[in-house]
């Protein structure tokens, strides 16, 4: 079993920052892809921003210029640093991984964080 722990989240003045973080533990063979989505009232979940394995980073345009992805392997761990943060980042921010386990390395499963709010006051 393979379970992802979030943290970081939390209240922020617009133009503030923040830093996730978010940690795999468990069963684990390799981690092809970390990211982070976020899902705003009464909107679908979107990708923010992914990382692959092999540092190969992507972010929606939004975020672009203000987020940085970043990951750990040793730690198995990503993160996401959050500048110049506007109310319309506000959201619930999950971690999202592609993990294969020891007993399955060829056969990747997408798990997700239990989700971190992220508030941005104007």
């Known amino acids: 079993q393979v379970q992802l722990v979030e943290s970081g989240g939390g209240l922020r003045q617009a133009g503030g920052s923040l830093r996730l973080s978010c940690a795999a533990s468990?069963?684990?063979?390799?981690?092809?892809?970390m990211g982070w989505y976020r899902q705003a009232p009464g909107k679908q979940r979107e990708l923010v921003a992914g990382?692959?394995?092999?540092?190969?980073?992507n972010y929606a345009d939004s975020v672009k210029g203000r987020f940085t992805i970043d990951r750990d392997n040793a730690k198995n761990t990503v993160y996401l640093q959050m500048n110049s943060l506007i109310p319309e980042d506000t959201a619930v921010y999950y971690c999202?991984?592609?993990?294969?386990?020891?007993?399955?390395?060829?056969?990747?499963?997408?798990?997700w964080g239990q989700g971190t709010q992220v508030t941005v006051s104007s």
């Open positions: 999202n991984a592609i993990i294969t386990s020891p007993s399955g390395p060829n056969v990747p499963y997408q798990y």
């Open positions: 468990g069963s684990i063979f390799s981690i092809n892809f």
């Open positions: 990382i692959t394995s092999g540092g190969r980073t």
